[in-house]
């Protein structure tokens, strides 16, 4: 498990230099010129190091439904994704392991999976992603998506009288599986982390969100919720709280240094000032809340304001890939467009930095990963310079965030571990995981959302389409 | 050159079918089930055939300066890119190639090269970009970009009082070289095509524009011009003419079914109904318009007034890749923020006719590329189902669009010409391009652009930052 990355290009403060990084039992042990190969001697010539970005928010078996989703916004598409979700946990097995492939050719060593169980099934869900993300190394944070109202609670009634079904199961009985979940799987030291992540203010009553405070507190837990996605949320939270959603959760005591919110379009000025003073990480998805319409998240603002943010890809119905660094790319160029001022915008070391460090933060792990420091854990990657994608040579950070890299990576590493070899994952058999994608799926454009076709009319009265 | 592929998926009007298609001769002869194979037979089992996409706006030659160009509005950008042009003929040589293996690869076979002249070097330049989009065997449509006014007159003076130095080079003597350059290299049917192609209202005078015009009918040439990038172009335009520049062009002429106008982000409603009712094309350039921060052209707008929709990349100091199926899904998903109503957004069956079918009307050429139909020019691509990124197997064309297709493009022909065999571009020696292109750039971050040193402040107190 001891190497030395020789000759490699790492990032000074505003410009690189050429180095030997040398990792000793997982951690970084030390980053200088001409150091003593301890262990493998790995070529680092041409190759650029940098520390394992974090894929802060997705949804792994949404991999199923991607690229055949019908063009709506979340609350349909959330309807249709419910009618034709994966049943059973081989499918969950497999898209794990599939968003993992992806998130680690793509930069990512760390993965938060905000796993949609299958009811009845919930705790052999959990534990078949806890498989897969072994097998495969890379660092996990299962963060298990639980809710306790039903799917129609989530849209604003307007000026309608509604009655939703009850969820089928118990607000209690939900948190009772989810501290069973860390009891059998919560496991830091090795790579396995258990969060408490109720899916958002829409579908979440205040007992589950107390509730899940109370096993975080208590068992030490991150937290991580969606949070304002849509316009619809908005209006929901005006409806449900009579104040917006970010303030409702700082009343609960929700928010915080470990507490990570995915989305965050729809804040205002002083839910920003919150997010600010709690020091909540704010996961920004651009290519979901575009695919979705959800709008585009403030970031320029929240960062201004001092809001630690990083970047998630969402799951694969809603983006419909697990590239991180095209999510990184549109992630920060996409603000351009909301303010003028160019002195604003987001340069790519700091979208790097934003990825790495960001995401460290939004886990609790500053201290651990998310950037190449001595006594760090060794998440790291190593980028091939020579691919055509990242030619010529000019700035390699430039290129790697702003361009379109393929075939980029060619070395990552979790905890110490190597994971890729040569540009291919070699923890796990791809090929045989390719042939089961396909053999488990079949070619469909046909098919239609019950549920859709029920919701629909409501919906558009209620926003005034 | 004549084959038969068999077996392959093609897009009925709203599903798929597996069916043959015969190609004899460069054109497409048969499409239908159980053929009989004439020439070669490819096996187009679990493969995907579509018409080659046009990338149609680029600037090939900005490909040295990827990844490096600061975090600049247009304007100022600008200003850095001319500071450090290449201005040699063998570096225009490599990123044409550059350019065209990425189209290629992310399926497009014709590119539109809005190319950078070297001055004191115009016809070599442009015979170099035609030498190698012969060799690559690309179908190229070169629009040599020219000018008669200096860089600083595209900023608006507000209200100041600025004098500007005369271009280098008369209007007349850069007419005589697009003329001389339609003599020399003008080919339609042998794939090579010259484009008339003022840069824009912001830096050329009505006399351009108006020689433009009378080179276009005299020799039957396409048109193309960059419209409204920014918001200091249309400030310029209502200094310049004292009405919008769409306003100005179609009453020059300029505009028309074979004129095509790069960006098109800040026109009015009436400047809509100009293009539609002119027949022009927009090439929407949706990574570009980001990373200036330009803004968001109102796509869904110009698709409800009847404007025929095309994409690009733009050159790659400003995207900053060449990656068209990138270019379209960003294109296609961003405007999903721009109208609430998601009866409006574009689907991705639409992304790919506006892809293929858009890109051959803004080229003149909708009778013989843009489709799948027979008696068609044979610019396919076939895409391989089985890639990872393309699976499960859900809808194909979805996740083409949706989705971040990597090593998915199996081969591609033009005019029948096969020119990329199992995911490789075999008609240039790719290996040798990526080792010139590293030969002959070298890793920078420090470098500094006098000219945006020198121009800063004016742009700022003119744009009220």
Known sequence: MNFTIQNVLIATDDAYTTTDVKVVEGKISAIASNLDVVGTAVNGENKLLLPGFVNAHTHSSEMWQRGIMSVLPLELWLAELYDFAPLDTEKVYLSALGTAVETLLSGGT???????????????????????????????????????????????????ERNHEPYFRSTADTLAIIEEAVRQFHRPEEGVNILVAPTGIQLCSDALFTGCIELSDRYNLCRHSHLLETKAQEKLAQ???????????????????????????????????????????????????????????????????????????????????QDLLEAIKIGSILHNTTDRDYQHWITPRQSVEMAALGGAKALNMVDKIGSLTVGKQADLVLYDLTSLSLLPRTDPIGLLVLGRPTNAVDSAWV??????????????????????????????????????????????TVMGL
């Open 239 to 321: 409806e449900k709280y009579g104040c917006s959603a970010v303030e409702h959760l700082k009343r609960l005591g929700y928010l915080g240094d470990r507490t990570s919110l995915a989305h965050c379009v729809w804040l205002n000025d002083i839910d920003i000032e919150i997010l600010a003073a709690t020091q909540s990480t704010v996961v920004h998805n651009p290519l979901s809340n575009l695919r979705l319409g959800s709008g585009i998240a403030p970031i320029l603002k929240y960062r201004q304001a001092g809001v630690n943010v990083t970047f998630g890809c969402d799951g694969a119905s809603s983006n419909d890939s």
């Open 110 to 160: 760390s993965v938060v999976d905000h796993l949609v169980l299958i009811p009845g099934q919930e705790l052999e869900t959990i534990a078949t992603a806890v498989r897969a993300y072994r097998e495969i190394g890379i660092r996990a944070f299962i963060a298990p998506l639980i809710q306790d109202e039903s799917l129609t609670a989530g849209i604003p009634s307007g000026e309608t």
């Open 415 to 460: 905890n110490g571990k190597q994971i890729v070899v040569a540009g291919k994952v070699n923890s796990i058999n791809v090929d045989e995981l390719r042939q089961k994608l396909f053999q488990r799926s079949q070619w469909d454009t046909q098919r239609k959302s019950q549920t859709v076709a029920e919701i629909e009319a409501h919906y558009r």
